[in-house]
């Protein structure tokens, strides 16, 4: 991931918040939408605080994914 920076930025593009979480730019922005993450404008430019998308990451619920079943035996 070259776009993402090796040090923890205060804000992000929208863009950078996509491929962070890996939900898509619309879904970013229903999110901000919702309140569900915090962004600031710099002139044109809208930026996503790390805050929020690591708030908004921790309050996600845990996927609950059954155990793959076990091939059938032989005889």
Same mark, same amino acid.
């Given at each position: 991931?070259?776009? @993402? $920076?090796?040090?923890? $930025?205060?804000? @992000?593009?929208?863009?950078?918040?996509?491929?962070?979480?890996?939900? *898509?730019? *619309?879904?970013?922005? !229903? #999110?901000?939408?919702?309140?569900?993450?915090?962004? @600031?404008?710099?002139?044109?430019?809208?930026?996503?605080?790390?805050? *929020?998308? !690591?708030?908004?990451?921790?309050?996600? +619920?845990?996927?609950?994914? #059954? #155990? %793959?079943? +076990? %091939? %059938?035996?032989? %005889?």
């Amino acid at each position: 991931m070259a776009d @993402v $920076p090796a040090f923890r $930025p205060f804000t @992000v593009t929208i863009k950078t918040a996509s491929l962070l979480t890996g939900i *898509s730019r *619309s879904r970013i922005y !229903e #999110a901000i939408g919702r309140g569900e993450l915090d962004a @600031v404008k710099d002139g044109e430019r809208t930026l996503i605080t790390m805050a *929020s998308i !690591e708030r908004r990451q921790s309050a996600l +619920p845990k996927a609950k994914i #059954a #155990a %793959p079943k +076990p %091939p %059938p035996r032989t %005889p």
